[in-house]
């Protein structure tokens, strides 16, 4: 009876431990990832199909990028936040990855698949941002 | 004992249960989420404190906007994603918030304190995005 105690005891303990750091935030667990962004600007006469970028276009290259991807992340662009300023991007797609060298080889063999691609939701040419994750 | 038992595993799925969402990623609890990015453009000559940037100017901007504050990042650029092209930025910090009104809200009678303390740490002109958390 008592360990049965003991043993709930260290279960609920150990369920609120995770919690609890899960809870920080994740930059706590984000911190040191690498972090690719695709970002594509706005200019007058750009498009941007958000829903195909969500539901086909982000889901492949995610597949191509297999237990590297921590995960990935995408923003919509409203406005530039200092007034008068034109939006500076329409979209912004990031993958978070344990290792930059094992994204490369990854992307290099789909590179073609993944151009082919633009072409179903946007007619901008992306920057992209190779970053690192401070906090 | 039946019962106790029956307590155990209910707690301890409970605490999977929890976990697994968690585990998710944040994407999950940020979408709809506002977030304002402070995007520091690479060019020769531009400079960057990021040691300044993290202890000192970050947290002093995350005072200011108090609740309304989900959580903050900072990311340091490393390199363009396409060879032979220049960094696009040399850093970007992020404030996710609840509300962009309450955010301005409470930028306003601070902007003067938070553009005097630029120089602490760069001499770059930074652009700002105003975005949704799609994903």
């Known amino acids: 009876m008592k360990l049965r105690l003991f043993v709930s005891f260290i279960l ?10 899960e809870n920080q935030g994740s930059s706590v667990a ?10 594509y600007p706005y200019a007058e006469g750009k498009t ?5 970028y969500e539901s086909t ?9 297999g237990s590297n991807l921590v995960k990935y992340t995408i923003e919509k662009g409203l406005a530039s936040g200092i007034p008068n300023q ?7 797609g990031t ?10 080889a990854a992307i290099a063999p789909n590179r073609d698949a ?14 992209i ?5 401070v906090k």
């Open 30 to 39: 984000d911190k040191g990832l690498t972090k690719v962004s695709v970002m």
């Open 86 to 92: 034109p939006l500076p991007f329409m979209a912004i």
């Open 57 to 65: 276009h982000m889901p492949m290259v995610a597949k191509f990028l």
């Open 12 to 21: 609920l303990t150990s369920c609120f431990a995770v919690f609890g750091q």
């Open 114 to 127: 993944i151009r082919a691609d633009f072409s179903n939701y946007t007619n901008i040419t992306p920057i």
């Open 95 to 104: 993958f978070y990855v344990k290792n930059l060298s094992e994204y490369q």
């Open 129 to 133: 941002l190779v970053g690192e994750v």
């Open 48 to 52: 941007f199909n958000m829903q195909y």
